[in-house]
């Protein structure tokens, strides 16, 4: 522990004109996050995972895994359905129409995992592709 949660710990749980003279591990745990975290750090989790986009510099899984740590910092963690419609109402439409119509894939059907993996497979291609025109541009050019 450091800096404020250290300074708590030693006043209440340590110092000896401490109110409460046992300490569980859990009630050392408890007594930081009722003093720590506060209601409104949750809703903060929670418009930060709803306003979470994709990033193409971050990639797909760069994208996935921001999610994630987005709700595990929420009150309640979103079910699998929340996290996929996040994740495909975020990726660009063309991505997301090649996952649908050449990859097959269904937000019914598939899971996010589904999803996550043929669309770095997807941005894998795009970039292959890119390297392979500008190498063709620039040799027809030269």
């Given at each position: 522990m450091v800096d404020e949660a250290l300074k708590w710990y030693l006043r209440h749980v340590i110092h000896v004109n401490q109110n409460q003279l046992q300490w569980s591990f859990t009630d050392m745990v408890m007594g930081l996050y009722d003093h720590f975290v506060q209601p409104s750090t949750m809703q903060d989790a929670c418009e930060v995972f709803c306003k979470a986009a994709y990033i193409a510099e971050d990639g797909v899984q760069g994208y996935?895994?921001?999610?994630?740590?987005?709700?595990?910092n929420m009150a309640v963690y979103p079910d699998k359905y929340t996290i996929r419609k996040k994740f495909l109402d975020s990726i660009l439409s063309d991505m997301l129409i090649t996952l649908i119509r050449d990859g097959g894939l269904s937000p019914e059907v598939n899971t996010i995992e589904d999803f996550v993996s043929e669309a770095k497979a997807y941005e894998t291609s795009l970039k292959t592709a890119t390297h392979y025109l500008e190498c063709s541009t620039?040799?027809?050019?030269?």
């Amino acid at each position: 522990m450091v800096d404020e949660a250290l300074k708590w710990y030693l006043r209440h749980v340590i110092h000896v004109n401490q109110n409460q003279l046992q300490w569980s591990f859990t009630d050392m745990v408890m007594g930081l996050y009722d003093h720590f975290v506060q209601p409104s750090t949750m809703q903060d989790a929670c418009e930060v995972f709803c306003k979470a986009a994709y990033i193409a510099e971050d990639g797909v899984q760069g994208y996935y895994d921001s999610l994630l740590n987005h709700a595990q910092n929420m009150a309640v963690y979103p079910d699998k359905y929340t996290i996929r419609k996040k994740f495909l109402d975020s990726i660009l439409s063309d991505m997301l129409i090649t996952l649908i119509r050449d990859g097959g894939l269904s937000p019914e059907v598939n899971t996010i995992e589904d999803f996550v993996s043929e669309a770095k497979a997807y941005e894998t291609s795009l970039k292959t592709a890119t390297h392979y025109l500008e190498c063709s541009t620039r040799a027809k050019t030269a």
